[in-house]
């Protein structure tokens, strides 16, 4: 990236600008010739944007663990709810057989 960066930082684009002068109205009294970048510091914004991009693949890998975990302690409530389930079922059949 850092390497496409500068070869387009190396790009200029020719640029002329009119110059007036005030003779009886505005007219063109001569033309600057120069030029100018076609994209300021490309360089650093690549690398800038590739380092973004690199924190939030970190970001999201991140989450997808917290989301592991999640699901994990998910599941284990979900199995501790499955015996209190069991131990009230057995607990009713108890009083159940008590009552008849």
Do not use: C, H, W, Y
């Amino acid at each position: 990236m850092n390497t496409l960066g500068r070869e387009i930082d190396k790009i200029r684009i020719p640029t002329v600008q009119p110059k007036f002068i005030d003779v009886v109205g505005k007219v063109v009294g001569r033309l600057e010739f120069g030029e100018s970048q076609l994209v300021d510091d490309a360089a650093n914004r690549l690398q800038q944007g590739s380092a973004r991009l690199g924190q939030i693949g970190n970001d999201l890998q991140t989450v997808a663990s917290q989301l592991r975990e999640l699901g994990k302690a998910l599941d284990q409530a979900g199995k501790d709810l499955n015996g209190v389930g069991k131990q009230l079922e057995q607990g009713g059949r108890t009083l159940r057989s008590l009552i008849d």
